[in-house]
């Protein structure tokens, strides 16, 4: 059995969460910058067992799509072309960014913390990543 790995993807950053290899905790790994996401995930892929990704989808209240998603597409097509057997999943990603935001308050971050981007981004990939797991 391989890793699963999620990611939130942004403009700026992209938070990245992993399972272990049975699939069972979801983890954050790291946050990378969007512009080095490409050459992050394909040196990931190919040093790691990975048998699937799930992607957040972007909607709003309404269900309509935010227009990163326009961005997200293009990752995607790029990984279909690299990585052709490689399933790729969707989850509504919805409310992850407050989500991870209250579990840092609830678990006593410090305020300097809560204020770090890159991690509320690595939470979200976690969330996204563990709904996934629950909802199998």
Do not use: C, H, W
């Amino acid at each position: 059995m391989g890793k699963i790995v999620a990611i939130d993807y942004g403009k700026k950053r992209t938070g990245i969460a992993v399972t272990d290899d049975l699939q069972i905790i979801a983890s954050g790994l790291t946050t990378v910058d969007t512009s080095n996401l490409n050459d992050f995930i394909n040196t990931y892929l190919t040093t790691e067992q990975v048998e699937a990704i799930v992607i957040g989808l972007p909607k709003k209240l309404d269900n309509s799509i935010f227009e990163i998603e326009i961005e997200i597409q293009k990752f995607i097509a790029y990984l279909k072309e690299n990585f052709p057997s490689l399933p790729i999943e969707r989850i509504d990603e919805r409310f992850t960014s407050k989500m991870a935001f209250q579990s840092m308050l609830e678990s006593g971050m410090k305020k300097k913390q809560r204020q770090n981007k890159a991690l509320i981004d690595e939470i979200s990939a976690t969330l996204i990543l563990q709904s996934y797991l629950n909802s199998k």
